[in-house]
C-alpha cells in the first residue's frame, strides 16, 4: 500500500558529502513525520534526524551542526544532507515515516513504513 524508496547512498571520503533522499509512493492522504536512522555493523539502530509536517527537526547530538534535513509535501519527499562526514558516520541509512492512508485503504490511525536502506560508507 506505501513504500519508501532510498537514493543517495555510496562512496565518499572523509569530510566530503552526500545527500540522501527519500520517496514515499502509494495510498497516501498525508504524512506526520519523516526521519532517518542508521545501523552500523555490531550497534543498534538509531535515529539520525527526524522532521514533523510542521517542519520542527530535531538530530542526533553526534550530526548536529553537519547534516540537515528538509521535506517536500508536495513530492511526498525528505532529504538528508551530510557534510563533514567521518568515518563514524559509515551505516545503513534507513528512511521512516509515519503515514495516514487515504480512506480507500479502510485503515484509521497512522502507520509507521521503513525503507530498504541505503549504505554511506566514509573512507579514512
Known amino acids: 500500500q506505501v513504500q519508501l524508496v532510498e537514493s543517495g547512498g555510496g562512496l565518499v571520503q572523509a569530510g566530503g558529502s552526500l545527500r540522501l533522499s527519500c520517496a514515499a509512493s502509494?495510498?497516501?492522504?498525508?504524512?506526520?513525520?519523516m526521519g532517518w536512522y542508521r545501523q552500523a555493523p555490531g550497534n543498534q539502530r538509531q535515529l539520525v534526524a527526524a522532521i514533523t509536517s510542521g517542519g520542527t527537526a530535531n538530530y542526533e547530538d553526534s550530526v548536529k551542526g553537519r547534516f540537515a534535513i528538509s521535506r517536500n509535501d508536495a513530492a511526498n519527499m525528505v532529504s538528508l544532507e551530510m557534510n563533514s562526514l567521518k568515518p563514524e558516520d559509515t551505516a545503513v541509512y534507513y528512511c521512516?515515516?509515519?503515514?495516514?492512508?487515504?480512506?480507500?485503504?479502510?485503515?484509521?490511525?497512522?502507520?509507521?513504513?521503513w525503507g530498504r536502506g541505503t549504505q554511506v560508507t566514509v573512507s579514512s
Open positions: 521512516q515515516a509515519d503515514i495516514i492512508p487515504t480512506r480507500e485503504t479502510r485503515i484509521i490511525g497512522l502507520i509507521g513504513v
Open positions: 502509494g495510498s497516501i492522504s498525508s504524512i506526520e513525520t
